[in-house]
C-alpha cells in the first residue's frame, strides 16, 4: 500500500507543478482573464481525476480508493464553485459510462463525487484563512468517506474506514501545501520583477522596463494602425534646486514629480524615470494633437504644484516638455524627435512644451 500512495502522491505533485507550469507561460503569451484560467482549472483537474481512477489501490478488505476527491477540493479552491462543477461532472460521467460496468459501488462513487463538490463549496466559501479552510475541507471528505463505506463494507472494517479518512485528510492537506508555496513563489517572483522594472525613488517604470514596454507599444500600434505619443520631461534648472537646498530636497521633488506626472495621464498610460530628472511618458492611442494638449496640462500642473522639502521649506519648479507621436515620426525616431523637441523647449525659455519638427 505504501508503493501506491508513494506513486498518487508523486502523480499529485507532477500534475500541480506542470499544470501550474504551463499555465503560467500561456498566461505570460496571451495574458489569460479569469474565465479561460477558471476553464483550464476545471477540464484540467477533471482529466486528472480520472487518471486518478486508473491509479486506486488496495487499502485492504478489498476496498479499491483513489484520490479523485482532491482534484475536486483543487479544482474548487482555484477556480470556484463552477470550476469544481465542471471537474466533477467530468469524474462522474466517465465513472458512470466509460469506466466498467454500473454497479452498487458506480453510484456511492458517484455520490462522494457530488458530496465532494459540495463539502468543497461550503469549505472555500467560509471567510477564514486559507489553512483552515483546507481542513474543513479534509474534515468533510473525511467524513463522507465514512459514510460511503459503511454501507458497502459494513463497521466491521471501521479500521478501514478510519485508515481512509486520515489518507484523504492527508492528501488534501499536501495539496494546500503544494498550492501554497507555488503561490508564494509566484509572489516572490512578482515581487523580485517589479523591483527589476521600476525606479527605486520614484516607483516608476526604469529605463529598462520603458525600452520595452516602448517596444511593444510600437510593434501594437504599428500592427493595430493606432497613434501614441511620447514625451519627454525635463525639470527645469534642478541642478540649482540640488545645489540650494541639498540632495534630499532634490529626492523629495523627484518623488513628488513623479505623483504628479502620474496623476496627469490615464491608467493604460506609462510614465517612467528615464534617469537624473528627466521622465518619459507613453500615451496609448493617442494623436499628436492630442499628446500636447496633455504635454501642455502636465506643465502647467506642475508649474502650479507646490513641493514640500524635508526641511518642512516648500519650492516650486517647472519642466520643459518635448513631444514625438507614431505615425508622423517611425517609432526608431521618435526618441531623437522628442528630444530634440526638448532642446527646443529649452533653448527658447524653459517652462515650455515644443513637438518634434
Same mark, same amino acid.
Given at each position: 500500500?505504501?508503493?501506491?500512495?508513494?506513486?498518487?502522491?508523486?502523480?499529485?505533485?507532477?500534475?500541480?507543478?506542470?499544470?501550474?507550469?504551463?499555465?503560467?507561460?500561456?498566461?505570460? *503569451?496571451?495574458? /489569460?482573464?479569469?474565465?479561460?484560467?477558471?476553464?483550464?482549472? +476545471?477540464? +484540467?483537474?477533471?482529466?486528472?481525476?480520472?487518471? %486518478?481512477?486508473?491509479?486506486?489501490?488496495?487499502?485492504?478488505?478489498?476496498?479499491?480508493?483513489?484520490?479523485?476527491?482532491?482534484?475536486? /477540493?483543487?479544482?474548487?479552491?482555484? +477556480?470556484?464553485?463552477?470550476?469544481?462543477?465542471?471537474?466533477?461532472?467530468?469524474?462522474?460521467?466517465? *465513472? #458512470?459510462?466509460?469506466? +466498467?460496468?454500473?454497479?452498487?459501488?458506480?453510484?456511492?462513487?458517484?455520490?462522494?463525487?457530488?458530496?465532494?463538490?459540495?463539502?468543497?463549496?461550503?469549505?472555500?466559501? *467560509?471567510?477564514?484563512?486559507?489553512?483552515? %479552510?483546507?481542513?474543513? !475541507?479534509?474534515?468533510?471528505?473525511?467524513?463522507?468517506?465514512?459514510?460511503?463505506?459503511?454501507?458497502?463494507?459494513?463497521?466491521?472494517?471501521?479500521?478501514?474506514?478510519?485508515?481512509?479518512?486520515?489518507?484523504?485528510?492527508?492528501?488534501?492537506?499536501?495539496?494546500?501545501?503544494?498550492?501554497?508555496?507555488?503561490?508564494?513563489?509566484?509572489?516572490?517572483?512578482?515581487?523580485?520583477?517589479?523591483?527589476?522594472?521600476?525606479?527605486?525613488?520614484?516607483?516608476?517604470?526604469?529605463?529598462?522596463?520603458?525600452?520595452?514596454?516602448?517596444?511593444?507599444?510600437?510593434?501594437?500600434?504599428?500592427?493595430?494602425?493606432?497613434?501614441?505619443?511620447?514625451?519627454?520631461?525635463?525639470?527645469?534648472?534642478?541642478?540649482?534646486?540640488?545645489?540650494?537646498?541639498?540632495?534630499?530636497?532634490?529626492?523629495?521633488?523627484?518623488?513628488? #514629480?513623479?505623483?504628479?506626472?502620474? !496623476?496627469?495621464?490615464?491608467?493604460?498610460?506609462?510614465?517612467?524615470?528615464?534617469?537624473?530628472?528627466?521622465?518619459?511618458?507613453?500615451?496609448?492611442?493617442?494623436t499628436a494633437e492630442q499628446g500636447m494638449m496633455v504635454a501642455e496640462k502636465?506643465?502647467?500642473?506642475?508649474?502650479?504644484?507646490?513641493?514640500?522639502?524635508?526641511?518642512?521649506?516648500?519650492?516650486?519648479?517647472?519642466?520643459?516638455?518635448?513631444?514625438?507621436?507614431?505615425?508622423?515620426?517611425?517609432?526608431?525616431?521618435?526618441?531623437?524627435?522628442?528630444?530634440?523637441?526638448?532642446?527646443?523647449?529649452?533653448?527658447?525659455?524653459?517652462?515650455?512644451?515644443?513637438?518634434?519638427?
Amino acid at each position: 500500500m505504501v508503493i501506491h500512495l508513494l506513486i498518487n502522491f508523486s502523480l499529485l505533485t507532477t500534475f500541480i507543478f506542470f499544470g501550474d507550469m504551463i499555465l503560467s507561460r500561456l498566461n505570460e *503569451r496571451f495574458t /489569460l482573464s479569469k474565465l479561460p484560467v477558471s476553464g483550464f482549472y +476545471g477540464f +484540467g483537474f477533471g482529466l486528472f481525476g480520472i487518471v %486518478q481512477l486508473y491509479f486506486a489501490f488496495p487499502l485492504g478488505d478489498g476496498t479499491i480508493i483513489d484520490f479523485r476527491q482532491v482534484s475536486i /477540493l483543487a479544482s474548487t479552491y482555484l +477556480g470556484g464553485p463552477v470550476t469544481g462543477l465542471i471537474t466533477a461532472a467530468l469524474i462522474a460521467v466517465f *465513472r #458512470l459510462f466509460f469506466f +466498467g460496468p454500473i454497479h452498487q459501488a458506480t453510484i456511492y462513487g458517484v455520490v462522494n463525487v457530488t458530496l465532494t463538490l459540495l463539502a468543497a463549496v461550503f469549505a472555500f466559501s *467560509r471567510k477564514k484563512p486559507d489553512v483552515q %479552510q483546507w481542513l474543513i !475541507a479534509g474534515y468533510g471528505i473525511a467524513v463522507i468517506a465514512t459514510f460511503i463505506l459503511i454501507p458497502l463494507i459494513g463497521w466491521k472494517s471501521i479500521g478501514t474506514i478510519l485508515l481512509f479518512d486520515l489518507i484523504c485528510f492527508m492528501a488534501a492537506q499536501f495539496t494546500y501545501l503544494l498550492i501554497s508555496h507555488l503561490k508564494k513563489s509566484h509572489e516572490a517572483l512578482e515581487m523580485f520583477k517589479e523591483a527589476a522594472e521600476r525606479d527605486f525613488l520614484t516607483g516608476l517604470h526604469n529605463p529598462r522596463s520603458y525600452n520595452r514596454i516602448f517596444s511593444k507599444t510600437a510593434e501594437l500600434s504599428a500592427l493595430n494602425h493606432e497613434p501614441f505619443s511620447l514625451l519627454l520631461v525635463d525639470i527645469d534648472h534642478f541642478k540649482h534646486v540640488n545645489d540650494t537646498y541639498g540632495h534630499a530636497a532634490g529626492d523629495a521633488v523627484l518623488s513628488k #514629480l513623479a505623483d504628479v506626472l502620474q !496623476a496627469g495621464i490615464r491608467i493604460r498610460d506609462y510614465c517612467a524615470r528615464k534617469g537624473g530628472e528627466e521622465f518619459a511618458i507613453l500615451l496609448i492611442r493617442c494623436t499628436a494633437e492630442q499628446g500636447m494638449m496633455v504635454a501642455e496640462k502636465l506643465r502647467s500642473s506642475v508649474q502650479g504644484y507646490v513641493f514640500d522639502l524635508p526641511d518642512q521649506t516648500t519650492l516650486q519648479i517647472t519642466v520643459s516638455i518635448g513631444v514625438s507621436s507614431f505615425p508622423e515620426y517611425a517609432p526608431s525616431d521618435m526618441l531623437e524627435k522628442a528630444d530634440d523637441a526638448l532642446y527646443e523647449a529649452k533653448e527658447n525659455g524653459r517652462n515650455r512644451v515644443f513637438y518634434a519638427k
